[in-house]
């Protein structure tokens, strides 16, 4: 035969779709596809076009992971078996029926009974995704704050940014999700205790439920796609070569997944594979994703070619300019050579936040270094936010003559290591000068004057 | 896990306990169940494993054979007792309406 006879669809439920997933079964067999397996992609295979019955049931008993059949699933499947319905294939908890005969009677018969099992079914085997998942997330984000000081900070990072806009899309899908759970239920419930139909999810339902499968994965495909291109087009091969490594790597999670649900691998199996890939997906997002495929953050030392603010007399933050260098000081001589310096940060559509670092060789008497951070933003909050991130850190905040460096606010702040900062608060600035003492003062001063300097002149 | 303990018994059960008064496979208590009940009470299978599993674990009932797709079943003691509970419950009921019930006629 030359026609196609098998036909692979994907089928996305949950355990409150069960009527919808009978109504879809019936629909297909009556277009002469018959249901042969359920899986990621459920196979159908060319039939006649008949009117079967169809019936998803949930055992609760079941493993909601495996799909190998207990002892115990076997009884159940035998005794369904026996009242007219031939068992087709199960997914986790869901088992699939069918029966051509009209009399065979109905495999659940008590809609209370039916209503706990979903009801304990979905909130087992979403266990995971309500509770665990958000708990790991907010412990990260707390981390990531902690580590950056403050979310004025991670506002500064593309990478911060992209995790936290996952994460709330994530809890918002959660939230979506128990909110229309539990909307449900109450409706179900009372329909149980009224003697009514529970409003199960029909196929118009369930049709629109495979778009909220489709839009993340296609959200996910794109940016992975805008990455490997936008990698090849900047002749970073690292980068789109990790794009592409992470697309292959998801098709193979989801291969695998097929096959672990086709081949019946008992419980333990698959949670020992799931383990193992969690912990390859970790590693590879943790050092892929973030160091490559969002490589605007990547912390790049840069030898500065020439300080911007002498020649083109505006300040410009990026990563190839250090506003103020001690050559600009007038620190370095024809004998000196100024050494290690660098800038480092990142910047974002809402702040950003720069390192610099310049040192003068050891060949001088008196070796000199300045060490400072500035950070920017149009925000006010985040401003704020920084201020007071660094202003709750330090041990001892002496507050200092803002005349003298032009600002609008100038904090000494003391930290537990002996060191101290000096912080100055421009109106669009805040420059942090590290290891303020007094032989580094008139360095700072001047610093700062300079600094004030490039900011009248932009 | 600790089960659940049976206190009362639902109409069904009532029924498929009835059945187990002889030996019983699945697809037997479920035809006895609409035989005694005169068509009016039907069970799915996916009921009765439940019920069954339910039964056996508080030793209502217990598993007399195995045959390779079926197993068969019994009630027990402990079983007839409830059965009997049961009963005399519902014979109560019915007793305390009767004069009421016939006194409307």
């Not at chain 1, 329909?191 to 489709?214: C, H, M």
């Not at chain 1, 990026?318 to 620190?331: K, Q, T, Y």
Request: aromatic share 10%.
């Amino acid at each position: 035969m030359k026609q196609k006879n098998t036909l692979k669809k994907f089928i996305s439920f949950r355990y409150t779709d069960l009527t919808a997933v009978c109504e879809y079964l019936e629909e297909m067999e009556a277009q002469g596809w018959q249901l042969v397996s359920m899986g990621m992609l459920s196979e159908f295979r060319k039939c006649e076009p008949r009117k079967v019955r169809y019936a998803a049931e949930l055992l609760e008993s079941a493993s909601a992971i495996s799909n190998s059949i207990s002892d115990k699933s076997q009884d159940y499947i035998d005794m369904c078996e026996q009242a007219g319905w031939e068992f087709i294939c199960n997914i986790g908890k869901m088992f699939i029926f069918r029966t051509e005969s009209e009399t065979a009677p109905e495999i659940v018969t008590d809609s209370a009974e039916k209503l706990a099992d979903i009801k304990k079914a979905l909130l087992k085997t979403n266990f995971i995704t309500w509770l665990i998942l958000p708990v790991i997330m907010i412990f990260n984000f707390v981390m990531q704050v902690r580590a950056n000081g403050s979310i004025a900070v991670l506002a500064s990072q593309y990478i911060a940014l992209a995790t936290m806009l996952l994460y709330l899309l994530f809890f918002l899908t959660v939230i979506l999700q128990i909110a229309g759970f539990i909307r449900w239920y109450v409706k179900a419930k009372s329909a149980v205790a009224s003697g009514l139909q529970i409003p199960y999810v029909g196929l118009k339902q369930l049709r629109r439920r495979k778009l909220e499968t489709y839009i993340p994965l296609a959200i996910i495909g794109i940016i992975l796609l805008a990455a490997s291109i936008s990698g090849i087009i900047q002749g970073d091969i690292i980068m789109g070569a990790m794009a592409l490594i992470i697309t292959i790597f998801l098709i193979a999670i989801i291969a695998l997944s097929h096959l672990i649900q086709k081949l019946r691998v008992p419980a333990i199996g698959v949670i020992i594979i799931s383990v193992v890939i969690s912990i390859a997906m970790m590693s590879l997002i943790t050092y892929g994703l973030v160091f490559t495929i969002l490589g605007v953050d990547r912390e790049q030392d840069k030898i500065k070619t020439d300080p911007i603010f002498n020649k083109a007399g505006t300040l410009m933050l990026n990563e190839d300019s250090m506003p103020i260098s001690l050559n600009d000081l007038d620190i370095v001589d024809d004998r000196q050579e100024e050494v290690n310096n660098y800038v480092y940060g990142s910047k974002t559509i809402l702040a950003a936040k720069y390192s610099y670092n310049s040192e003068l060789a050891v060949m001088s008497d008196n070796p000199q270094g300045i060490y400072y951070d500035v950070y920017y933003s149009n925000y006010e909050f985040l401003k704020k936010m920084y201020i007071d991130s660094l202003i709750r850190e330090a041990q001892i905040v002496d507050d200092l003559k803002q005349e003298q460096f032009g600002a609008n606010e100038a904090h000494k702040l003391s930290n537990a290591d002996g060191l101290s900062d000096l912080m100055i608060v421009y109106d669009d600035y805040i420059v942090v000068y590290h290891y303020y003492h007094d032989e580094s003062k008139p360095l700072i001063n001047s610093a700062a004057k300079a600094f004030q300097n490039v900011l009248d002149l932009s | 896990m600790p089960r659940e303990a049976l206190k009362t018994l639902s109409e069904p059960m009532y029924y498929v306990l009835l059945s187990l008064t002889e030996e019983r496979c699945g697809i037997e208590i479920m035809s006895k169940v609409n035989e005694i009940s005169g068509g009016r009470v039907s069970i799915g299978p996916g009921t009765l494993y439940t019920m069954l599993s339910k039964f056996e674990s508080n030793d209502l009932i217990r598993c007399v054979s195995v045959e390779p797709k079926r197993k068969n079943y019994i009630i027990t003691n402990l079983g007839i007792a409830m059965l009997r509970e049961e009963y005399a419950r519902i014979a109560c009921l019915a007793a305390d309406g009767r004069a009421i019930m016939e006194g409307l006629k």
